[in-house]
C-alpha cells in the first residue's frame, strides 16, 4: 500500500468511527496503518503535564498516570517542537515508556525507535502523539513531511472527537432537562398563588423581595399549602426566570439515588449504573433547584449540599472531577429545621446556610376567606379535565367549606372539589350547568367537622345562649339527609350513594334522628 492510499485508509476509517465512544483508541488503531509502531499514545495538554486520551501497546497502567514536562525531557522536547520529532537511537534522554510495553512482558529491553509529533490546532499546541518500537530503524523509512500529514490529521481529529463530544454533552443535558422540565409540568399545581387574604398579600411582598436577591430561599409550612407554588414564584420574579427551574423530592429518593440525583454518576459507580448522568445542580446551572422536603435528606448529603452552597462545586459518584456550577437552592421542608438540628438529625451550618431569608406559607385554616376564590378554581379545572359543563358551587357548600379545619391544606381541597365535582355530573343530565351542594361534600367533611369541637370553626352562638354541640350536629346530619332526599325525589338508595354511605348505614343514622321509623325499613 503506497503512502497516498494509506492516508485514505486513515481516513476512511476516522470518518467511520467518528460517532463511537472509543473514538480516540480508534484513531491509534488507524494511525498503525501508517507508522510501523510496538505502541502509540495520545495525550492532551494541560498545562505543564500531557494527560493520556488513548494508548495502545502499553500496559494497562500507563493510563493512569499523568507525565510531567519537568519529569520527562523527551516529552518536554517534542512539546518545545514545531515539527515531528525522531529520536535516535543513543539518545541520552530517558523514555518515559520504558518498561511499560505490553510487547516486552518481561520489562528487559529498552526501546530503541521513539517518534514524537506535536499536535497544534489553530497554532495552539493541544496535544501530543508518540510512537515507540522496540526495533531501532522502525521509523527510518518515513519521510518528515509523511509524518507532518499525519500529525494535521490527527490533531483535527483531536479538534473534531472534542467538537463531537462537547455536544454529546450539550444533547444529554439538553435531553434531561427537556426531560425534566417536561415532569414539571406534570408537578405543577397552577401558576400563581391565588387568594385575596391579608396573609397572602404579605406573602406575595416576600416572595418578591427574596425573589431580587440571590439568597438561598428556605419555604416552610404545613404539607399540601403550596410551598412548591412559591419556589415557582421566587424563580419566576428573579433574574433567573428565562432559565430553567428543575424540582426534585427529596423524601421519594432513597439514600444512594438522591445523591445521585442531585450530583450525577459516572458508568459503574454503583450497580445499575450503565452510563454517565448529569445530576440536577449540573442541570440547574444558570437557573434555579428547588428541593422539596430537604429534612428527608441524610446527613452525608447534607454536607455536600452544603459544598454546592459554599463554593460551587459538584462532584459526581465515581468521579474525582470538580464541576462548577452556578444554581440558586430554593428548599422546602414541613419540619421545624431548628427541633431536627438539636436533635442531630438536620447539619447546623446547612440550616444557617438556608435560613438566610425564610418564607413561611400559611395554612388554609389561617386564611379561610381565600377559600371560595380556591374552590372556584378548582371546580374550574375539573370542569375541563371531565369535559363538563359550568360549574357552581352552591353557598351551603361553601359554608361547609369554610367551616373545615383543612389539615391537608390546599391539597385537600382540590382533591375534595375534584370528588365533589364528579359526583355532581352523575344527576345533572339535561341541566345548563352543574351545582356543587352540601350533600356532595358530606361525604368528605361531615364526619371531620363534627367528630371533634376543634373542627368547628365558624358556627357563632347567639348572645347569652350555650350551644350543645350534640344537637347541633344532630340538626345539621337532618338538614343533609332531608336535601339528599330532596334531590333524589325521595329515594334513599339514591340519597345514600349522593351521602357516599352505605345504604342500610343511611336508614339506620335516619331511624336514630327520628326521620323514619324501624317498621319502615
Not at 438556608?354 to 381565600?370: A, G, T
Request: glycine letters at 6%.
Amino acid at each position: 500500500m503506497d503512502k497516498l492510499e494509506t492516508l485514505a485508509a486513515i481516513a476512511t476509517n476516522l470518518t467511520a468511527t467518528l460517532s463511537a465512544t472509543d473514538r480516540y483508541q480508534r484513531l491509534l488503531e488507524a494511525l498503525h496503518i501508517a507508522i510501523p509502531y510496538d505502541a502509540a499514545a495520545l495525550f492532551r495538554v494541560e498545562g505543564n503535564a500531557l494527560i493520556p486520551l488513548a494508548a495502545r501497546g502499553l500496559t494497562p497502567d500507563a493510563m493512569g498516570r499523568q507525565y510531567s514536562l519537568s519529569n520527562h525531557p523527551r516529552l518536554q522536547t517534542i512539546c518545545n517542537s514545531q515539527e515531528p520529532v525522531l529520536f535516535s537511537k543513543d539518545s541520552p534522554l530517558p523514555d518515559p515508556f520504558d518498561g511499560l510495553l505490553s510487547a516486552d512482558p518481561r520489562k528487559t529491553h529498552h526501546i530503541h525507535a521513539c517518534l514524537g509529533c506535536p499536535l497544534y490546532v489553530n497554532n495552539r499546541l493541544v496535544g501530543v502523539l508518540t510512537a515507540d518500537a522496540l526495533a531501532a530503524n522502525a521509523f527510518d523509512h518515513l519521510p518528515l513531511e509523511y509524518i507532518n500529514v499525519i500529525g494535521l490529521m490527527t490533531g483535527a481529529q483531536m479538534q473534531t472527537v472534542d467538537l463531537l463530544t462537547a455536544l454529546e454533552i450539550k444533547a444529554e443535558r439538553q435531553g434531561q432537562l427537556a426531560s425534566d422540565l417536561m415532569a414539571d409540568i406534570h408537578f405543577q399545581r397552577g401558576q400563581k398563588i391565588l387568594g385575596q387574604s391579608a396573609i397572602i398579600q404579605q406573602l406575595r411582598q416576600e416572595i418578591e423581595l427574596l425573589a431580587k436577591s440571590d439568597y438561598t430561599g428556605l419555604v416552610l409550612g404545613e404539607t399540601g399549602v403550596g410551598k412548591e407554588l412559591v419556589a415557582r414564584a421566587i424563580h419566576n420574579h428573579s433574574h433567573r426566570r428565562d432559565k430553567p427551574l428543575l424540582y426534585l423530592n427529596c423524601a421519594a429518593l432513597p439514600g444512594t439515588l438522591a445523591e445521585s440525583e442531585l450530583f450525577g454518576h459516572t458508568k459503574g459507580a454503583f450497580t445499575g449504573a450503565i452510563t454517565d448522568r448529569t445530576g440536577k445542580f449540573e442541570l440547574a446551572d444558570e437557573g434555579t433547584l428547588f428541593l422539596d422536603e430537604i429534612g428527608e435528606l441524610s446527613l452525608e448529603i447534607q454536607a455536600k449540599i452544603l459544598r454546592v452552597i459554599q463554593e460551587g462545586e459538584v462532584q459526581r459518584l465515581g468521579s474525582e472531577k470538580m464541576t462548577f456550577v452556578d444554581v440558586r437552592l430554593i428548599a422546602a421542608t414541613n419540619r421545624d429545621l431548628e427541633q431536627e438540628v438539636g436533635l442531630g438529625r438536620f447539619r447546623a451550618d446547612l440550616y444557617h446556610r438556608l435560613n438566610v431569608y425564610p418564607i413561611k406559607v400559611p395554612p388554609l385554616r389561617e386564611r379561610k376567606e381565600d377559600i371560595a376564590i380556591l374552590a372556584g378554581y378548582f371546580a374550574e379545572r375539573s370542569m375541563t379535565k371531565l369535559g363538563l359543563g359550568a360549574v357552581r358551587i352552591s353557598d351551603s357548600a361553601l359554608k361547609l367549606l369554610g367551616r373545615y379545619s383543612w389539615p391537608g391544606n390546599v391539597r385537600e381541597l382540590e382533591n375534595i372539589i375534584s370528588r365533589s365535582v364528579l359526583k355532581a355530573s352523575a344527576n345533572a343530565e339535561g341541566s345548563d350547568f352543574i351545582t356543587i351542594q352540601q350533600n356532595h361534600l358530606a361525604g368528605d367533611l361531615i364526619a371531620t367537622i363534627y367528630a371533634t369541637p376543634t373542627a368547628v370553626s365558624s358556627f357563632p352562638s347567639p348572645p347569652g345562649q350555650k350551644i350543645s354541640l350534640r344537637e347541633e350536629v344532630k340538626s345539621y346530619q337532618i338538614q343533609l339527609i332531608k336535601e339528599a332526599l330532596d334531590n333524589n325525589a325521595g329515594n334513599w338508595a339514591a340519597a345514600a350513594r349522593d351521602l357516599d354511605m352505605n345504604r342500610s348505614n343511611l336508614h339506620n343514622l335516619a331511624t336514630r334522628l327520628g326521620l323514619r321509623q324501624k317498621n319502615d325499613l
